[in-house]
């Protein structure tokens, strides 16, 4: 038992944790559920508390940043018998304005299992978000038109999550590029759509800002009949359509269908923490005779941005 009890501490023969997901692939908005299973190792052992972590990673330009999305604390401790099983039942509603899985965003859940005296156990699972079929449909029907998801697509532009699409048939000599991003409401889809123009003086930029009701949504050639319509409109007299997509974002932030943008803020401080970090770390890294130049260059730094 002496023996059980120090490989134990070592993290041999101790307690496992195991988050079980009822799958691996969600769309916006859905329910995730799945079981919380603790097993017990060779001796007895005491849990102090269970954190399951739900994690974003996101790419941008050769950084990637990786942030905490939500915190399911299991606060009370407990004990656990030789090979004993607990489980406990786990749900979580995903937001529907989260970034959609790509080559640069993926999603996973980290599950600590704090064991007092030992090493702790941990569980790692990642997860797929999906597009809800209404939005699909969008994406199936400028896939009908011969517009193709670029490998890049998907990016986040600070704002909102943008798809870029390729022409493969129809336009591919007058359109380099169409992109748009996306707003979810219950009736419909709000769509920022620019098209990028091959012309004679080089790259021209087209904007138009979109409304899509459910009934269209529905009906998929009605659907790939008017974005081909928008499109051919958008070629013929580029010069009647700039939206201004500043305005577009600003009018659609506060909607909890904007995709993408759930992301702003926890990215936005996962970068100023950083940024703080690194000053904080040259401020101690100085001799003690510029500790008081580099305060105030901290200080300098926040008057900076209340400034902005």
């Known amino acids: 038992m002496v023996f059980k009890k120090f490989m134990a501490k070592l993290g041999k023969g101790s307690a496992q944790v195991d988050l079980i997901l009822d799958q691996h692939q969600y769309k916006l908005g859905e329910q995730i559920n799945g079981q919380l299973v603790i ?17 974003m990673s996101v790419r941008l330009g050769e950084h990637i940043q990786t942030v905490l999305i939500n ?21 979580y509603k995903l937001p529907q304005n989260l970034l959609l899985s790509c080559n640069s ?5 980290i599950t600590h299992l704090d064991i007092a005296a030992g090493v702790d156990s941990t569980d790692r699972d990642p997860i797929d978000i999906l597009p ?8 199936y029907a400028f896939d009908r038109l011969g517009f193709r998801e ?25 359109v ?5 991003v996306a707003a979810m409401e219950e009736t419909g889809i709000h769509l920022f759509l620019e098209v990028d123009l091959r012309t004679f003086f080089g790259e021209k930029e087209v904007k138009r800002e979109l409304w899509l009701d459910n ?14 319509q928008v499109l051919i409109e958008m070629v013929n007299n580029p010069n009647l359509y700039h939206a201004d997509k500043a305005q577009f974002h600003h009018k659609i932030a506060g909607l909890p269908g904007a995709i ?49």
């Open 132 to 139: 809800p079929d209404r939005f699909q449909n969008i994406l």
């Open 260 to 308: 993408g943008a759930f992301a702003i803020g926890l990215i936005a401080m996962e970068l100023l923490e950083d940024v703080v970090e690194d000053i904080v770390e040259e401020i101690f890294e100085d001799d003690d005779d510029d500790d008081h130049d580099e305060e105030d260059s901290l200080f300098d730094f926040f008057d900076d941005e209340e400034e902005d």
């Open 105 to 109: 965003v993926s999603y996973y859940f």
């Open 39 to 55: 097993t017990g190792g060779t001796i007895e052992q005491e849990i102090n508390k269970i954190d399951i972590d739900f994690m």
């Open 215 to 228: 009934q269209l949504l529905d009906d998929q050639n009605a659907l790939i009949d008017y974005l081909q």
């Open 176 to 180: 380099e590029e169409v992109e748009f």
């Open 150 to 174: 670029k490998h890049d697509s998907r990016s986040f532009d600070g704002h909102m999550q943008e798809f870029e699409l390729a022409p493969t048939s129809m336009l591919r000599n007058e």
């Open 71 to 91: 915190r399911f604390p299991f606060p009370e401790s407990f004990k656990i018998q030789p090979s004993e099983k607990k489980s406990y039942s786990f749900s």
